[in-house]
T-cell receptor, first 114, second 111 residues
Framework: NAGVMQNPRHLVRRRGQEARLRCSPVKGHSHVYWYRQLPEEGLKFMVY????????ESGMPKERFSAEFPKEGPSILRIQQVVRGDSAAYFCASSPEQNNQPQHFGDGTRLSIL | SQQGEEDPQALSIQEGENATMNCSYKTSINNLQWYRQNSGRGLVHLILIRSNEREKHSGRLRVTLDTSKKSSSLLITASRAADTASYFCATGKAAGNKLTFGGGTRVLVKP
């Protein structure tokens, strides 16, 4: 079974552009989570989605950030009008339906804003 | 400060020695998980311990959980150079199991 796949691995954008980060969860996993990690820090929760629904977006900035997990296709984290402070590693994780299950992480997308 | 604080922030040991790191948290939890992260990579799940469990083993790893003190420890026995990584604890609550991570412990195992 393939693990969580994220692409691209590295993304460079200029200030004001849009960044789209993709995440394909482990096959059969219906829960997807997005986290952000700054250098030398732990991961910070952003958003939790189940198929077609946002369950918890309490960690995601209200402006410029959006996330989706459509019925078909990968989950997308979209950042509009990027600023230098958006530079970070963005990790996606997935877990199965059952509670108390570990999350499986992708290798992340490293976003650099010029 | 945030939920899930690791201590120490950095640890340097010789191969063969044991490595112990601690994690404290603030609110009630459903489970506590330990992850490892190698440089430039994603997190690899090590152990999940539920709030009604006190100790768990997996190979050379031993995790304890003390809910009265809101703390957990991760012990790596007979460390190897390949154990060099950052180790994070993360707490999960029942609803959705989103994880709250600490800042991590950076472990260097010298050959």
């Amino acid at each position: 079974n393939a693990g969580v796949m994220q692409n691209p691995r590295h993304l460079v954008r200029r200030r004001g552009q849009e960044a789209r980060l993709r995440c394909s969860p482990v096959k059969g996993h219906s829960h997807v989570y997005w986290y952000r990690q700054l250098p030398e820090e732990g991961l910070k929760f952003m958003v939790y989605l189940q198929k077609e629904n946002i369950i918890d977006e309490s960690g995601m900035p209200k402006e410029r950030f959006s996330a989706e997990f459509p019925k078909e296709g990968p989950s997308i984290l979209r950042i509009q009008q990027v600023v230098r402070g958006d530079s970070a590693a963005y990790f996606c994780a997935s877990s199965p339906e059952q509670n108390n299950q570990p999350q499986h992480f992708g290798d992340g997308t490293r976003l650099s804003i010029l | 400060s945030q939920q899930g604080e690791e201590d120490p922030q950095a640890l340097s040991i010789q191969e063969g020695e044991n490595a112990t790191m601690n994690c404290s948290y603030k609110t009630s939890i459903n489970n506590l998980q330990w992850y490892r992260q190698n440089s430039g990579r994603g997190l690899v799940h090590l152990i999940l311990i539920r709030s009604n469990e006190r100790e768990k083993h997996s190979g050379r790893l031993r995790v304890t959980l003390d809910t009265s003190k809101k703390s957990s420890s991760l012990l790596i026995t007979a460390s190897r150079a390949a154990d060099t990584a950052s180790y994070f604890c993360a707490t999960g609550k029942a609803a959705g199991n989103k994880l709250t991570f600490g800042g991590g412990t950076r472990v260097l195992v010298k050959p």
